[in-house]
């Protein structure tokens, strides 16, 4: 659960952070910006900034803005009905992203996961996203990622989205966040 | 077809518009850029600088740079196998774009047809995008569109791009450019 006014301070960052990254955008679209804490009530540490521009039953595309540090947590696209799981392409815009996929775990990884959720982080394998560098996804992957110390900016283009649909790790997480 | 000079002129002008709208690309992206004439070898009134940042089975995104008046000639993506033609949103990102799709005429287009190519111009239903503004447009429905006095770069987020089954209405055009 987020404050109304913690809603629009974080909403005002994203702006902040896609004009710094050269993004324009609508009066209409500042007004439907997502922001997302996973239920969790700490946002700063784990959240996210969504802007979708386009989600149809076939694409999607998303600017994504996170806070320094700040975490989308473990998660993964599983197959709805009778269509493979959302297919994505991470594209680091601005800031640096660590993006953990399954894989050789990193040695010494950039992210951290906070200290009491530990066991909800299980894939440690990093990818380092600069900007204009990007990752693909496929579908049903488990992934999270994490900005670095100046937050980041990062595009999604996908599939179909369908928030509703990830399957989180961290069992205490729902994807709709609660603003009262 | 395009000389090798002409190519790089193009390539070199696409990524200063591309870093002027903010857009960061990597050194191997800068050399990937596609330069597209249409087959027309008449590249600053009709043609595309395309950089494609991924394209798989299921989904496409790319940068679109257009010099200043500069036409992506019309055409449609038709129904390919048993999948349906491609899906796509233009993102207007720097610059302006006159796209033109099929409903009412515009009184006072503000794009322009090559008096020559006039015939192959037919749908005439403006939509005037600026910076921050799209438009989705659904699978086999013709288009041509064309930037503004100070050319534009426009991300399209789509399905599958299959440019070879691309139909044009002007049939002097060839979607895959000859380097020479």
Same mark, same amino acid.
């Given at each position: 659960m987020?404050?109304? @006014? ?15 990254? %050269? ?9 439907r910006?997502?922001?997302a ?5 700490? $946002?700063?540490?784990? &959240?996210? %900034? ?6 149809t039953? #076939? ?38 992203? $660590? ?11 950039? &992210? ?8 909800f982080?299980?894939v440690?394998?990093?990818v380092?996203?600069?900007? &204009? ?14 900005? %670095? ?7 999604? $283009? @996908? ?15 729902? #994807? ?5």
């Open positions: 987020i404050t109304k @006014s913690q809603y629009e301070k974080a909403r005002r960052e994203m702006l902040r952070g896609l004009k710094r990254a %050269g993004i324009v955008t609508t009066a209409k679209e500042a007004g910006i997502e922001v804490d996973f239920g969790l009530s700490r $946002f700063a540490e784990i &959240g996210l %900034g969504v802007l979708t521009y386009v989600n039953k #076939r694409c999607c595309a998303k600017e994504l803005a996170l806070l320094p540090w700040q975490i989308c947590p473990e998660h993964r696209h599983p197959k709805v009905g009778g269509e493979p799981g959302k297919e994505e392409t991470f594209r680091c815009r601005q800031g640096v992203v $660590f993006l953990y996929v399954p894989g050789p775990k990193a040695r010494r990884p950039h &992210g951290r996961a906070p200290a009491d959720r530990k066991p982080f299980t440690w394998h990093e380092v996203l600069k900007p &204009g560098e990007q990752y693909t996804l496929q579908p049903n992957t488990l992934h999270w990622f994490q900005a %670095g110390s100046r937050g980041a900016i990062v595009s999604e $283009f @996908s599939t179909r989205s369908r928030d509703e649909a990830d399957i989180f790790t961290d069992p205490d997480i729902a #994807r709709c966040t609660k603003i009262r």
